[in-house]
């Protein structure tokens, strides 16, 4: 593991916000916005590329002097899915430095340790949790065989994690995090003009609507750069109390948690070191969200703590692994994928009826084989991270089957299965070519 770094030293050095600036450029030219003004002066996220180096030297000049002063963040609210949420716009010099101080940050944490952290960290993802949690299983599942006792899993989050999190001057966040960026510090801890910026930029004043401006005591700035850092950093005595228990499987990410273990006693000493730990840390559990699961083939119940429900799978971060460790994307992302090949095809259709029908078979097939070419633009979007996270091979193979099935109800115009007759899988495999998605991810 590498080294921490001096993060007082870092912000005081021009290299550190040069990179950041032209990161910051990269991701709004992927998105169309590299002339957006940055400033009412006029200046876009072009300009401050192109300037990078005099910006990057006149902000880690002003930050070593103690003249930097992060600018209050202006308030507005989005609806999402019918629901209202606070977001926050810094300045641009204040994400700048925000923005590398979470990249800064995230590397002390690193070096310090976050037991079970899967979030907002380089190298992890949804896709390693999940894939942990079935390395676990199989490995369970070697011990006891495939129809052996159960793994028992609990599946929970907090309570509107961001909004609730305690952020006052006596938040249990301060110490962890002053910790954190204090690590690779010489003197053993990093100037108060050094922590006054950290905090004020982890809580800014908030400019409301009608230019009131207040400090928040709970819930963090959503929108600012620190955010995902604080959400790690937040409940880490939890993930090392949870950790400690001999034999347990632990994931996080952000608010959402998964532990299992093949001994009951062990998931109830994970609820009572976590309900003794939460009133510290100022988090709630979602306990109408929470789901306890014992896994297993046969879907039965646990018999000694009802509950705990039979299920053959964990579906959690958008994936499923099964009782077996195998993984697939959840049902709802397979659904989603379905559908959208199943609308390409009845685009398509609509141009073929004049065709008999082994040429339409044969115009769909070529259609539906660009939809599921990784390489191609007009691939399906999904496509790549189904190959890429599914190890079963039973829920591509039905993926293959309804496709199929798909194709040759729009050629023949039979319902249900019925085309088959008229077009057989081996003509739609190997006369008109149809891909498999079994065969791609074999390949991948």
Request: glycine share 8%; net charge positive.
């Given at each position: ?49 192109a ?33 209202q949420r ?55 599942r ?10 028992y ?20 966040l ?48 959503m ?49 009572a ?6 009133d ?69 259709a609509?141009?073929?009826g ?24 007009f ?11 599914t ?13 199929a ?40």
């Open positions: 593991m590498a080294d921490p770094v001096d993060i007082e030293r870092q912000l005081g050095t021009a290299k550190t916000y040069e990179q950041t600036i032209l990161r910051i450029f990269t991701k709004k030219r992927q998105r169309g916005l590299a002339f957006n003004d940055v400033t009412d002066s006029g200046v876009t996220y072009f300009d401050t590329a300037n990078r180096q005099s910006l990057a030297r006149a902000i880690a000049h002003s930050v070593a002097d103690g003249q930097y002063q992060p600018q209050p963040v202006n308030l507005w609210v989005l609806d999402c899915n019918g629901k606070a977001a926050h716009m810094p300045a641009f010099v204040d994400h700048v430095v925000g923005s590398a101080l979470f990249q800064l940050i995230s590397h002390n944490a690193c070096c310090y340790g976050l037991p079970g952290v899967y979030s907002y960290l380089p190298g992890t993802t949804n896709v390693a949790a999940m894939r942990a949690l079935a390395a676990f299983v199989r490995s369970h070697a011990r006891v065989g495939p129809k052996g006792p159960p793994l899993v609990l599946q929970s989050d907090f309570e509107h994690y961001g909004d609730n999190l305690p952020v006052g001057p006596d938040a249990a301060w110490p962890i995090l002053r910790e954190v960026v204090s690590l690779g510090s010489p003197k053993g801890a990093v100037s108060q003009n050094i922590w006054d910026l950290i905090t004020t930029l982890t809580r800014p004043v908030v400019c409301a609507e009608d230019g009131a401006l207040f400090t928040r005591v709970r819930g963090v700035a929108g600012t750069p620190l955010v995902p850092i604080l959400a790690n950093l937040a409940v880490v005595p939890m993930d090392k109390a949870i950790l400690s228990i001999d034999g347990i499987f632990y994931a996080r990410y952000n608010d959402d948690f998964l532990i299992a273990h093949p001994d009951l006693d062990a998931l109830h000493e994970a609820d070191r976590i309900d003794a730990l939460l510290e840390l100022g988090v709630k559990r979602k306990l109408q969200k929470e789901k306890r699961t014992a896994l297993s083939a046969t879907g039965r119940p646990a018999t000694d703590d009802p509950a705990y429900g039979g299920r053959g799978r964990i579906d959690s971060l958008g994936l499923s692994v099964s009782y077996a460790g195998t993984m697939t994307v959840s049902p709802l992302r397979l659904r989603r994928f379905l559908g959208r090949v199943v609308g390409r095809i009845n685009g398509a609509s141009a073929l004049p065709l008999p029908v082994h040429e339409r078979a044969r115009q769909l097939v070529a259609a539906t084989n660009v939809m599921l070419d990784v390489a191609n633009p691939a399906v979007p999904g496509l790549a991270s189904l190959l890429d996270s190890t079963d091979r039973g829920a591509l193979k039905d993926m293959d089957f309804r496709i099935r798909k194709i040759v109800q729009t050629a023949t115009g039979r319902p249900g299965v019925r085309g088959f007759q008229v077009l057989p899988p081996v003509v739609l495999r190997k006369e008109l070519g149809l891909v498999s998605l079994v065969h791609m991810r074999n390949q991948h």
